[in-house]
């Protein structure tokens, strides 16, 4: 399902912020040589990203999900002076191109790369994040949120990608639809948790803004 014609898609983009060349260049060898390149955070949400990043200016980061580094990079826009991003990929193939361009980017000793299930990786991390990005697997997006939100403070935001999945959340359910029904599920529960301020961006293919309180 498209939210919104191609021309004013085209147009939100072309009034925004201009792209960074780093992620122009990033986008097009992911396009290249990376199977579903379609998972690219892409020009519009990854300035939406940068700009939220440097308006909360975080120190510590966490991005669940790296796939080829574009959303980590415009992340690392907006963290403070000695910050640090902490970045989990369970496809170990992608951590050569993620590595390129962290190296390119200037960010390359903020950035440590983490290989294998975030569920096991994050309970390992002493670290309290100020700002977290779950953008991986979707049947996991509650134990990712559970998991995160013991690394979180008061005041900390969590954000959460594709939580309208193209549409499909408001499309009749098929009974095969696994991913569907746990972001339904997801996004009902994230409304009524006490424990954080919830707001679903219409942004691309839907972002869930979360406050911890």
């Known amino acids: 399902m498209h939210f919104l014609s191609p021309i004013l898609e085209s ?79 369970v496809n170990e193939e992608l951590f050569d191109i993620q590595n390129k361009y962290f190296e390119k980017s200037g960010f390359r000793n903020q950035i440590v790369q983490h290989v294998g299930d975030a569920l ?4 390992k991390l ?15 997006y509650d134990a990712y949120f559970e998991s995160a939100i013991e690394k979180t403070r008061p005041g900390s935001i969590i954000l959460s990608d594709n939580v309208l999945w193209s549409g499909k959340v408001v499309e009749p359910l098929e009974k095969t639809d696994y991913t569907t029904a746990a972001l339904l599920e997801y996004n009902e529960r994230l409304k009524k948790d006490s424990r954080v301020e919830t707001v679903l961006l219409p942004i691309r293919d839907g972002l869930t803004l979360c406050r911890v309180r």
């Open 120 to 123: 096991d990786i994050i309970p």
């Open 126 to 140: 002493d670290i309290i994040f100020d700002l977290v990005f779950i953008d991986a697997h979707k049947l996991e």
């Open 11 to 89: 147009y939100i983009a072309n009034s925004s912020e201009e792209e960074p060349s780093l992620l122009r260049e990033l986008t097009q060898e992911t396009h290249l040589k990376v199977v579903r390149p379609r998972m690219l955070t892409g020009h519009f949400q990854g300035r939406v990203l940068s700009i939220l990043s440097k308006i909360i200016a975080p120190k510590y980061i966490l991005e669940i999900g790296t796939y080829t580094g574009y959303s980590a990079l415009c992340l690392a826009e907006g963290m403070q002076k000695g910050g640090t991003l902490h970045t989990i990929e």
